[in-house]
Nanobody, 123 residues
Framework: QVELVESGGGLVQAGGSLRLSCAASGRTFSTDTMAWFRQAPGKEREFVAVILWNSNTYYADFVKDRSTASRDNAKNTVYLQINSLKPDNTAVYYC?????????????????WGQGTQVTVSA
């Protein structure tokens, strides 16, 4: 079981940027598929981005032109840079690992979750 700890959230004005971090421990990290999800108040958790073991990345349509997911295997850490933030990006952002399944986009296929980091974007 991998343990995940997110950081980097906060309050930012619309148009600003944040870089979220997710530190992993507990098992081999370099071969893991790691993902980011988010959950806004009153809404279901939704896929944001995924980074594969080979650093290939895939993004949700609502962030793909202004986000970059990356990983540093030496530090057992994945990152999500989001630029041009909008108020509707406000949510708790979660890091997920322990992937097993057929779809990177489903939260059901990830066994390990961090506690989440709050991102609040003001207008």
């Amino acid at each position: 079981q991998v343990e995940l700890v997110e950081s980097g959230g906060g309050l930012v004005q619309a148009g600003g940027s944040l870089r979220l971090s997710c530190a992993a421990s507990g098992r081999t990290f370099s071969t893991d598929t790691m993902a980011w999800f988010r959950q806004a108040p009153g809404k279901e958790r939704e896929f944001v981005a995924v980074i594969l073991w080979n650093s290939n990345t895939y993004y949700a349509d609502f962030v793909k032109d202004r986000s970059t997911a990356s990983r540093d295997n030496a530090k057992n850490t994945v990152y999500l840079q989001i630029n041009s933030l909008k108020p509707d990006n406000t949510a708790v952002y979660y890091c997920a690992g322990g992937y097993s399944g057929r779809s990177y986009y489903s939260s059901d296929n990830y066994k390990s979750w961090g506690q989440g980091t709050q991102v609040t974007v003001s207008a």
